[in-house]
């Protein structure tokens, strides 16, 4: 049995849900019929229905959760201003942490650098990579700041970026408040997506990449308790990336909002309950399990870069980017405090 933290709160949210749900079954057969209708669940999950079954296959929490990853040692792709450790060295620096039910991953706020100089950090990439899957990722806090770039994403291990795509789930830049969601494809991807498949806004329709024409095609969560202070703030929250043949869908809700199959994981999630994703592009138009394959999961915190420094004077940041990096008191909010990352496949 797999139990994870959720809040007392959601638990509760859950057992009156389930009450409820228990009262209407006295109800006459056609005022159930109609009660009952999906009228939350979202077109984009054609054919999935309850008798969809998820087995859980990677449960990463607690003072196992490194075990489900590997370190990522070389330059940033990004051009970011960091350093990204090692396990021995992230370990003896501080920069990743357990307790029984929690995991931490920081960027260093403790050391005062020259100019030109990156910041130590931690990048995390999954040992296993994924054709297809739910991914779900609950947090208590998330880095946030100037300079800072977290993101939480999925990217092909067998081709060449951006051949095999990339899954933008969690990602935003300095003080930016909302979740940006991003699918970045090889030429031919075109999700012939309509308005009434996500709740967020739709940022671009081009999700084939390249270099120097990387926007892809994304979303912004509307909700200011999707990212850094806003989510922080709320006390965490819970993201959720479904890739199946049907598409590629992304929900994300606070621990007092999330489902109940999420507050408590020792059943079977059920996606086709949990309403309209934030952010969705459907396979008509573009086929996952053509233009996303082998992907592995990532988790990590860049400094500056490209994004963070295009943005960082828009933002309201002081300075430049670079210089804001040399100070470590800019970096005390900029850390991962995770509850678990959890796997789960279509059975």
């Not at 849900?17 to 999950?45: G, M």
């Not at 650098?113 to 899957?133: F, I």
């Not at 079977?268 to 399990?289: E, I, K, L, Q």
Request: hydrophobic fraction near 35%; proline fraction near 6%.
């Amino acid at each position: 049995m797999f139990t994870l933290p959720f809040s007392a709160l959601a638990l509760s949210l859950c057992a009156s849900a389930a009450s409820a749900l228990n009262s209407k079954r006295h109800a006459s057969l056609a005022q159930r019929i109609k009660s009952e209708q999906p009228a939350l669940r979202s077109p984009v999950w054609h054919g999935l229905g309850r008798d969809t079954n998820f087995q859980i296959t990677d449960n990463c929490t607690g003072s196992t959760f490194f075990d489900c990853f590997d370190y990522f040692t070389d330059a940033d792709p990004t051009h970011g201003d960091v350093v990204f450790v090692n396990e021995s060295d992230a370990w003896s620096l501080g920069l990743v942490s357990t307790t029984p039910t929690q995991s931490f991953l920081r960027v260093d706020n403790s050391t005062s650098l020259p100019s030109g100089q990156g910041r130590n950090s931690v990048r995390l990439g999954t040992k296993k990579t994924y054709d297809g899957a739910l991914f779900v990722l609950d947090v208590e806090h998330m880095p946030f700041g100037c300079a800072t770039w977290p993101a939480f994403w999925t990217v092909s291990q067998t081709q060449p970026w951006p051949l095999g795509g990339e899954i933008d789930i969690v990602e935003g830049v300095n003080l930016n408040p909302l979740n940006q969601m991003t699918l970045h494809t090889g030429p031919g991807c075109a999700p012939n997506t309509s308005a009434s498949d996500y709740t967020g806004q739709q940022l671009g329709t081009t999700c084939p990449s390249s270099d120097g024409a990387n926007a892809g095609c994304g979303f912004l969560d509307r909700s200011n308790t999707s990212y850094g202070a806003g989510l922080n703030a709320a006390g965490g929250g819970v993201f959720a990336m479904h890739w199946d043949g049907g598409g590629v869908s992304i929900w994300h809700w606070t621990h007092d909002e999330q489902p109940c199959d999420l507050a408590d994981l020792s059943g079977s999630p059920d996606p086709s309950g949990w309403g309209t994703p934030a952010a969705a592009w459907v396979a008509n138009g573009c086929s996952p399990y053509t233009y996303l394959t082998d992907h592995q999961a990532i988790i990590e915190t860049t400094l500056c870069g490209d994004w963070a420094n295009s943005n960082y004077a828009a933002a309201g940041c002081p300075g430049t980017c670079s210089d804001a990096v040399m100070d470590p008191s800019n970096f005390n909010d900029a850390y991962w405090q995770i509850n678990y990352f959890s796997v789960f496949v279509e059975s």
